[in-house]
């Protein structure tokens, strides 16, 4: 039987929504082990000017602790 742990975490990008979602996973599995998906809970976008600057996402990581 494996046991499961959620983590909240926000990840930013200036290209993209996806390119944030990438580095944010990416970031996590340098630090958790087992990582096996995440639940993107909310988007936001940073405007400077009139242009978007950055884009932000919030998610859920969850990963099987280790036995």
Known sequence: MS???VTELTAASPTSF???IK???S???KTLHNVRGAW???Q????A???V???RVHMKVTFVLDD
């Open 18 to 20: 996806d390119d944030a």
């Open 49 to 51: 000017g009139d242009t």
């Open 40 to 42: 993107i809970q909310d």
């Open 44 to 47: 936001e976008v940073v405007v």
């Open 27 to 29: 970031r996590a599995v």
């Open 3 to 5: 046991v499961a742990r």
């Open 23 to 25: 580095t944010g996973i």
């Open 53 to 55: 600057s950055e884009y």
